[in-house]
């Protein structure tokens, strides 16, 4: 999926302005992973501000049209896909289901929660893509429960190899609202980092996993 320039900085903008996304090339962050980092994303922070949650809203009704058309229902993926998920299925005027990332314990011991039936086409919500496996295991459990899956949308993706290749081979197609490389470019552009930094972020983001050891 070829990105719109505009709407992709200026999406990068909305996230470095609120901090929803750091860039500290000298003080990197560690990951649950234990990967070093020089990025640190929490898209959460984007429902804490109306202009910018309205604008992502907007955004990805734009893109499932585009992309994939009208679904029968929109799932979001647990958890901070749930509520970019909720609003996008409101404006849409259509039904909303989560993806739980394990099945519960108790009760019904659902991993799908709402109503949704076998047959069903579903657009899945996320708000942030790094390697792709939790999201693609919500992929999985609504093919299980009978969905046609017509791709997933979410507010930014890493670029990295690793999940490009995981939702190649699942036959997931993905649209993204932005992506690092628009990032890392309108944030030299507005002085968040120095040109400088440029070669060391992207030798980040070719071998995550390796990189600060």
């Known amino acids: ?18 901090k929803a996304i750091k860039l500290e090339v000298a003080k990197p962050f560690t990951w649950a992973s234990g990967w070093k980092s020089p990025i640190y994303c929490d898209n959460r922070k984007t429902l804490s501000y109306p202009k910018v949650r309205t604008y992502i809203r907007q955004q990805f009704v734009k893109v499932i049209t585009d992309e994939f058309g009208i679904p029968d229902v929109i799932a979001g993926v647990a958890t901070a896909g749930i509520p970019q998920g909720v609003l996008v299925a409101q404006e849409m005027g259509l039904p909303f289901v989560y993806v739980r990332q394990s099945e519960k314990t108790h009760g019904l011991e659902n991993k799908i929660e709402g109503v949704i039936e076998s047959g069903q086409s579903v657009v899945v919500i996320e708000d942030l893509i790094s390697t792709g496996g939790s999201s693609l295991k919500a992929v999985e459990a ?64 070719e071998k995550p996993e390796e990189w600060g050891k």
């Open 142 to 205: 609504l093919r299980k429960a009978g969905c046609e899956v017509k791709g997933m949308a979410a507010i930014f993706t890493y670029g990295f190899p690793v999940a490009e290749q995981a939702f190649a081979k699942a036959k997931c197609p993905v649209a993204t609202l932005s992506n690092y490389s628009f990032l890392i470019q309108q944030a030299v552009k507005n002085a968040y980092i120095l040109e400088k930094d440029l070669a060391t972020l992207e030798k980040w983001r």
């Open 1 to 18: 999926m070829k990105l719109n320039e505009e709407s992709a900085l200026k999406v990068a903008e909305f996230l470095l302005q609120i």
